[in-house]
C-alpha cells in the first residue's frame, strides 16, 4: 500500500566462470586484496573457480545453473562500487537506481519486480536480507556494499526456489565475503580521490583490511572499514543549491573464525554499512518538450529530498564435519532501517485551494517514508561429502519478519509551517510479521562418467499478520484493520547434463519458484489476501572451454513462464496488491573469453530478453504482449585486459564498452509507461604494482559523457514532469594501495 502512485562482471576467468567489464585477467581473480593461504579462493586447482551456488563448493563448470562471479578487487580496479555498474556486463542483469546506492531495483532475465515483493533474493554468505513480505519496499531498496571486504559476488539466473526459497523467482545475487586467514597476517591500506564531470568538488574514499591468525591456525580475525564521499552534480533551478546530490557511505566487517580440530569451526560475522545523501542523483525533464532542465543535470524540487540506510547484519555458522557428512548451522539477524522523503509539493500540494475552496493557497507536501525491518533466520543442513556416486543435501529453513513501512504526508506552507486545517494530509502505517518454515532436499547422481542427473524439492509454509492504520484528511475516519494469511507452497529443480569430455557439458533444467502472497489492504473491491507468484523455467545451456584452454565459453537459452504475477493496483487513490494473469520471459544469452596469449584477454557477453504479458492485465492497464519493464530486450559488453611487466614490477590495462537497450518503466499499455532509450558507456582502467606492496590505478568511468537514462518515469505516476536518473557522469579516479 503507498500513498502514491507510482509503484564485469569485472571479474577475470572463462567465460564460464564470470564476464569481465573492462578486463579478464589471464590470471584468476584474487579473492580479496590481500589474499591468505588459506584464503577460500575464486580459483581452483588449474584456475577453476568455484562457487558455493548449490550450497557446497563446487567447480563453476560443473553446476547446472547460469552463474556469473564477479571479484571484489576487480570491481575496486574498474571503480565499481554500486550494483548499478555492472548492468551490461553480466549477462540478464538490469539494475535500476533511484539516485544512491541502495536504492536499487534488481531484474534477472526479465523478472521484474510489480509490487514492493522483490523477484531477485539478496544473500550475505548462507543468509538471505530483504523481506519476503510485499509492504516492506525490498523490491526498490535492494543491498549495495561496499567492495572492499567482498571475495566475490556470485548472480544465480533462473529461479532458485529449492536451494533459496522465497523471492528468488528471478535469480539470486549472493555476496560472498573474506574468511579469516588461520595461517598468516595480511592487511591492505588504500585511499582514493575522483572526479565527476559537473561536480564543483572532488570526491575521496579510503578503506583498510586486515587479516590475521588470533591463535595460529585455531582462531582468525578479519576486519575492515571502509569509506567513500561521492561529490553531487545535480544543481537545483527552484532552489539555488548547487551540487545537491553528494553522498556518504561508510561500511565496516569484523568476522572471526574459530577452528579447534579438523572436524568443527565455527565463524562469526558482523556488518555495518550506512548511507546517506542530502538528495537523490534526480535530473527532471519538461513533459512538453522532452528536454532536461539547466545543463541537462538539474532538478527542481522545493524541498530536500534525503535518504538514509542503514543495515546491521550478524551472523554465525557452524560446521561439523561426521565423516560421511557435514552438518552445518547458519544463524543470522539483521536490521535494515530507511528513512526517505520525496517532495509531493507538485502533487499533493497543489490539492489545498481545491480542498479548502481556494481559502489556502497551494503548499509544500513532503511525502515521508520510514521502513523498518528485523529480520531472524536459521537453518540446519546435512550436505554430503563431494565426489561421490550420489551427492545429497537435505536441510530446513525457519525465518521471522518484523517490517514497520509508515508513510506521512504533511500539509505545509511554502514556509515550510503546519497548515492546522489540512496536516497532516495523511498518514499510514502498515505493521507486518512474516513467518516462514521450509524443509528442502537435493540431490545429484553420477549415473556415468558423462552422465549426471540432479534434483531438488522444497516445501514451505509462510503465515502473515498485518495491520492497515490510517489516518488524515484524505482517509477520512481513521481506521485500524487487521489482517492475515497462510499459504502451503511446493518448488522443485531437475536438471539432467552430459559432459563432453573434461572441457564442456551440456545441461538443461526445468526449475520453479514462487513470490509469496499475503494480506491485502483494506479497499472495497480488492480481495483480503493476495495469492504467490508462481514462476516455472525451462532451459538448456553449455558451457566450457576450448583451445588448451584459450577460449571459454557459456551459453544458455530460456522459457520462464509466470502465473499469478502480482499487481498494484490504484483504487480510490490508494495502492493495493492483486493477482493478475501470465506472463512470459524468453531469452538467449551467452558469454565468450578468449586469450590468443596469457597476458591478453578478450571478452564479450550479451543477452536478449523478450519479457511480456501473455494476457491482459486490466489492474496497471496492460494488454496481451505488452513489453514487461526494466527489461532491455538488448545489453552487453565488448572488453580487452592486457597485463605486462614494466622492470620488475607488473602492471595492467584494459577497457570496455557496454551498451544497455531500451526500457519501460511500466508495462508498454499502460498510461504511466515512459520509454528510457538505449545507451552505450566506455569505461578504462590501468595499475601498476611495484615490489609487489605497492599499487597505483587510475580509471574512467563513462567516458564518452554519455546521458543516457538509468531510468525514467514520471513524477510519483502522474504526467506532470519526467524524473531521470542519468548515468553517472565522466568519471576519473586515482587510488592508491598498500598491502602487506
Avoid at 570491481?75 to 542483469?93: E, H, I, N
Avoid at 502522474?718 to 565522466?730: A, D, F, S
Amino acid at each position: 500500500m503507498s500513498l502514491t502512485t507510482a509503484a564485469a562482471a569485472l571479474c577475470a576467468g572463462t567465460a564460464a566462470h564470470a564476464q569481465s567489464e573492462q578486463a579478464s585477467s589471464s590470471q584468476p581473480a584474487d579473492a580479496s586484496a590481500p589474499k591468505s593461504p588459506d584464503q577460500p579462493s575464486l580459483a581452483g586447482s588449474e584456475g577453476e573457480i568455484v562457487v558455493t551456488a548449490q550450497k557446497r563448493p563446487e567447480i563453476l563448470q560443473d553446476v547446472p545453473i547460469s552463474i556469473s562471479v564477479v571479484a571484489g578487487d576487480q570491481m575496486r580496479k574498474a571503480g565499481a562500487t554500486q550494483l548499478v555498474d555492472l548492468s551490461g556486463y553480466v549477462p540478464g542483469l538490469q539494475v535500476d537506481s533511484a539516485g544512491t546506492p541502495g536504492q536499487t531495483t534488481v531484474t534477472l532475465r526479465g523478472v521484474t519486480p510489480l509490487t514492493g515483493a522483490q523477484t531477485v533474493g539478496i544473500y550475505v554468505d548462507d543468509a538471505p536480507v530483504g523481506s519476503s513480505s510485499i509492504y516492506a519496499r525490498s523490491s526498490i531498496f535492494s543491498l549495495d556494499l561496499l567492495p572492499y571486504d567482498i571475495n566475490r559476488l556470485e548472480i544465480l539466473r533462473g529461479p532458485q526456489g529449492t536451494l533459496y526459497g522465497a523471492s528468488s523467482i528471478g535469480g539470486l545475487i549472493k555476496y560472498v565475503t573474506v574468511t579469516p586467514s588461520l595461517t598468516r597476517t595480511s592487511g591492505v591500506v588504500g585511499g582514493e580521490v575522483f572526479d565527476i564531470d559537473h561536480a564543483h568538488g572532488f570526491g575521496y574514499a579510503g578503506q583498510a583490511l586486515i587479516n590475521t591468525p588470533v591463535v595460529q591456525d585455531r582462531v582468525g580475525l578479519s576486519a575492515s572499514i571502509a569509506y567513500r564521499k561521492s561529490p553531487g552534480y545535480v544543481n537545483n533551478v527552484q532552489t539555488g543549491r548547487r551540487d545537491q546530490n553528494d553522498y556518504d557511505q561508510l561500511g565496516g566487517r569484523l568476522s572471526l573464525l574459530v577452528k579447534p580440530n579438523d572436524r568443527f569451526s565455527a565463524r562469526f560475522s558482523a556488518i555495518y554499512q550506512k548511507v546517506d545523501s542530502d538528495n537523490n542523483a534526480q535530473v527532471v525533464e519538461e513533459i512538453s518538450t522532452g528536454e532536461r532542465l539547466g545543463d541537462g543535470y538539474a532538478n527542481n524540487n522545493y524541498l530536500d529530498e534525503p535518504f538514509t540506510k542503514k543495515f546491521q547484519f550478524y551472523s554465525g555458522t557452524l560446521d561439523y564435519d561426521f565423516g560421511f557428512a557435514t552438518l552445518t548451522s547458519a544463524t543470522s539477524y539483521s536490521s535494515t532501517k530507511i528513512r526517505q522523503t520525496i517532495d509531493a509539493s507538485r502533487v499533493y500540494g497543489s490539492l489545498y485551494p481545491l480542498l479548502t475552496g481556494g481559502a489556502i493557497p497551494a503548499g509544500l507536501a513532503p511525502f515521508d517514508l520510514s521502513l523498518d525491518l528485523d529480520k531472524v533466520t536459521e537453518e540446519v543442513r546435512l550436505t554430503s561429502p563431494n565426489g561421490g556416486r550420489f551427492e545429497w543435501l537435505v536441510g530446513g529453513f525457519y525465518t521471522h519478519e518484523e517490517t514497520e513501512n509508515r508513510q506521512v504526508v504533511p500539509a505545509l506552507t511554502m514556509n515550510e509551517e503546519p497548515i492546522p486545517a489540512l496536516n497532516p494530509l495523511a498518514e499510514v502505517s502498515l505493521p507486518t510479521t512474516y513467518r516462514e518454515f521450509a524443509i528442502f532436499g537435493n540431490g545429484t547422481f553420477h549415473l556415468t562418467d558423462s552422465f549426471d542427473f540432479t534434483g531438488g524439492m522444497r516445501w514451505a509454509r509462510n503465515k502473515q499478520d498485518f495491520r492497515q492504520i490510517t489516518s488524515g484528511l484524505l482517509f477520512g475516519t481513521p481506521k485500524n484493520i487487521p489482517g492475515q494469511s497462510d499459504e502451503d507452497v511446493f518448488t522443485f529443480s531437475v536438471s539432467p547434463q552430459i559432459h563432453l569430455g573434461e572441457t564442456a557439458m551440456i545441461y538443461g533444467r526445468i526449475a520453479t519458484g514462487y513470490l509469496p502472497g499475503g494480506p491485502n489492504v483494506a479497499v472495497p473491491g480488492v480481495p483480503p489476501q493476495v495469492q504467490s507468484s508462481r514462476l516455472t523455467s525451462y532451459e538448456i545451456g553449455i558451457k566450457g572451454t576450448l583451445i588448451d584452454p584459450r577460449l571459454s565459453f557459456e551459453f544458455a537459452a530460456y522459457d520462464l513462464e509466470w502465473k499469478k504475477i502480482q499487481l498494484t493496483e490504484v483504487i480510490g487513490g490508494v495502492s493495493a496488491a492483486v493477482n493478475g494473469g501470465r506472463a512470459r520471459s524468453r531469452g538467449i544469452e551467452g558469454s565468450l573469453i578468449f586469450h590468443p596469449v596469457p597476458a591478453l584477454s578478450l571478452a564479450a557477453n550479451g543477452s536478449y530478453v523478450d519479457a511480456y504479458l501473455t494476457e491482459d492485465a486490466p489492474p496497471i492497464g496492460g494488454l496481451d504482449g505488452d513489453r514487461l519493464p526494466n527489461a532491455p530486450k538488448w545489453s552487453g559488453s565488448l572488453t580487452a585486459d592486457y597485463s605486462f611487466d614494466v622492470g620488475s614490477n607488473r602492471a595492467n590495462v584494459g577497457a570496455g564498452v557496454r551498451h544497455i537497450g531500451r526500457r519501460l518503466s511500466l508495462v508498454e499499455s499502460s498510461p504511466g509507461s515512459v520509454p528510457a532509450a538505449a545507451y552505450t558507456t566506455l569505461d578504462a582502467h590501468g595499475e601498476l604494482t611495484v615490489d609487489q606492496h605497492w599499487t597505483v590505478r587510475i580509471y574512467g568511468r563513462n567516458l564518452t559523457g554519455s546521458k543516457g537514462a538509468v531510468s525514467r518515469t514520471l513524477l510519483l505516476g502522474l504526467p506532470i514532469q519526467y524524473t531521470v536518473i542519468p548515468v553517472q557522469p565522466r568519471t576519473f579516479g586515482l587510488a592508491a594501495e598498500y598491502a602487506f
